[in-house]
């Protein structure tokens, strides 16, 4: 009897540790149609040709990763959702570089090895988790594109979601054009 009870715990333990990988946990593969990571589903293939493309600009996305609630310095962590859109009719957006600064301007992660194509109407939504916290109350992205002419302008925004006791709130923020 206590083998088939050990051979059972076994069996329920592997069941459950094979179903806990990094891609079913993270809500950009979970939420997106193909169930699959949307920056790796719109990364290019093949070499882009930088030359033709004269439209290029660099945008500034504060993120919030938290906000103050009270006096008593209490915070509530937020959500995030990045949206980049590509509001061409007819020509891709080609986005270089996608990078998560916290608070005091160090890069946190780098989201990119490769361009992304976006195509005409095509919208990439990327989730900062709630449970990321080190982005703090300053976090930003900075995002740079690239397009075949001036009329390749993306709308870049984000969305943070939060709650406080019974209480929630959400609120949006649109990138900025970067001047060098």
């Known amino acids: ?28 593969v979970a939420f997106s149609e193909n169930k699959q990571d949307p920056i790796k589903e719109l990364e290019v293939t093949s070499e882009v040709n930088h030359s033709r493309l004269s ?22 962590l937020l959500s995030a959702t990045l949206s980049v859109r590509n509001t061409t009719l007819k020509k891709s957006l080609y986005v270089n570089k996608i990078n998560y600064y916290d608070t005091g301007g160090t890069l946190i992660k780098s989201y990119l090895n490769t361009p992304l194509e976006l195509p005409a109407m095509g919208t990439l939504n990327y989730i900062v988790e709630k449970e990321e916290s080190k982005g703090g109350s300053g976090a930003n992205f900075i995002i740079e594109v690239e397009g ?3 009329t390749v302008k993306p709308v870049i925004e984000a969305v943070m979601l939060g709650n406080f006791s019974n209480k929630a709130f959400a609120f949006s923020t649109e990138g900025v054009p970067v001047i060098h």
């Open 148 to 150: 075949i002419d001036e």
């Open 55 to 76: 439209y290029k600009e660099t945008f500034y996305v504060p993120i919030y990763s938290d906000i103050y609630i009270d006096k008593e310095n209490r915070k509530v």
């Open 1 to 28: 009897m206590a083998k088939l009870q050990v051979s059972i715990l076994l069996a329920t333990m592997i069941a459950l540790l094979s179903g806990c990988n990094s891609s079913t946990t993270d809500p950009n």
